[in-house]
């Protein structure tokens, strides 16, 4: 009994000391989100990727995606400046630059002056970046994040800007634009000249040798490449090799942007199994950029979609094993857009919120100004 008030005294005494007692006051329980600042950010966008297609491919894969292992959903609104229904360009533009802007718009405000994208900002910063698409390198995505023109399909114009900006990775289609132009420029030249080494489709992805110093291109198709179930088969390589390339590159931290372009082109043709195989190939690479970020544990990895496409339903005549799907139309729609992320910065994407906060929360996490 004698020896219990000896030790209470001397444990009073051990917490009265004036570190304790200050560290009680100065720190507050407060419900503030605790931000870790990434050293690389991987965005991945499934073009016309919904909920509902994210349903869909959830189900026809033995009901399991990816997307489960990502802590924080939040979700985001996806009107343009011009329209309620965005397209790609729009859309791509607002997580690229913060910006709302016009249907059709690549990389300017909407006013149709150029606003600097987050790609350029981290290139100038010292970053590793990297473009990877399933489209054209050209088309509205991808070249949201590196040029800038009011109007999407001026191909060769948005090519140019390619050289404006030293993108260090990028890999898609639409080598056509680079090389057989109206201006007659040879860009692909212009590219090795600057230290670039390109591959082509003549060389299938997995058998190109990344170089060990200076920048990678790999034109995988003259204008857009093949859907995943007609036999391309790049997307899932080029991420994986652009993460190691990118995350080797430097020492500053890396901005990798991955596109599955075809989603969309399943929505707009109304065909099921286009979408079903588009996600499915795109899930595969969302698991392989996960589980490198895990292993990485300075990565924040951002999963999301433009807009959706097509309206797709699953109908109730449905099983998991045999889905009745429809559409509702050929184009996009206004329905608003998952957000998936997880790593350092991951909590800022929680809650709903404008498309053009996505760039806000990427500068945010990075505390970038
Ligand atoms: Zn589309």
């Given at each position: 009994m004698k020896y219990i008030p000896i030790v209470m005294l001397l444990l009073l005494a051990a917490c009265k000391t004036p570190d304790v007692v200050t560290q009680a006051v100065v720190e507050p329980r407060e419900n503030k989100v605790e931000i870790t600042k990434p050293k690389n950010i991987v965005l991945l966008i499934g073009d016309g990727m919904g909920l509902s297609q994210i349903s869909a491919g959830n189900y026809d894969n033995?009901?399991?995606?990816?997307?489960?292992?990502?802590p924080v959903v939040g979700i985001h609104k996806c009107h343009s400046s011009s329209k309620l229904v965005t397209d790609s360009a729009a859309a791509a533009t607002s997580f690229a630059c913060g910006v709302k802007t016009f249907n059709?718009?690549?990389?300017?405000?909407?006013?149709?002056t150029p606003v600097q994208t987050i790609l350029e900002e981290l290139e100038e910063r010292g970053f590793s970046t990297g473009l990877v698409a399933?489209?054209?390198?050209?088309?509205?995505t991808p070249a949201s994040f590196i040029a800038h023109n009011?109007?999407?399909?001026n191909y060769e114009a948005i090519a140019l800007d390619f050289l404006e900006t030293e993108v260090d990775y990028f890999v898609g289609g639409g080598k056509k634009y680079f090389d057989r132009r109206e201006d007659e420029r040879d860009l692909i030249a212009e590219l090795k000249a600057r230290d670039y080494t390109v591959e082509d489709y003549l060389t299938d992805f997995k058998d190109c040798e990344l170089p060990a110093s200076g920048n990678f291109a790999y034109f995988s198709a003259d204008k857009d490449p093949l859907p995943y179930d007609q036999g391309r088969d790049y997307l899932v390589d080029a991420s994986k090799a652009g993460l190691s390339f990118l995350d080797n590159h430097g020492d500053q931290g890396m901005f990798l942007m991955i596109e599955g372009s075809q989603i969309d082109w399943g929505g707009h043709a109304n065909t099921p199994s286009y979408v079903l195989t588009e996600f499915y190939e795109f899930d595969i690479v969302i698991q392989e950029v996960l589980d490198w970020a895990k292993e990485d544990g300075e990565t924040l990895v951002i999963v999301t979609a433009d807009h959706e496409t097509g309206g797709l339903s699953i109908r109730e005549t449905s099983t998991m094993d045999s889905l009745d799907i429809e559409f509702i139309s050929t184009h996009h729609t206004a329905t608003m857009i998952p957000v998936f992320a997880y790593g350092?910065?991951?909590?800022?994407?929680?809650g709903i919120y404008e498309n053009t906060a996505i760039y806000d929360k990427m500068r945010q996490a990075l505390q970038l100004d």
């Open positions: 033995d009901n399991q995606t990816a997307l489960e292992g990502f059709g718009a690549i990389g300017v405000r909407a006013d149709s399933t489209s054209t390198i050209v088309h509205a009011e109007y999407r399909k350092p910065g991951s909590d800022l994407f929680s």
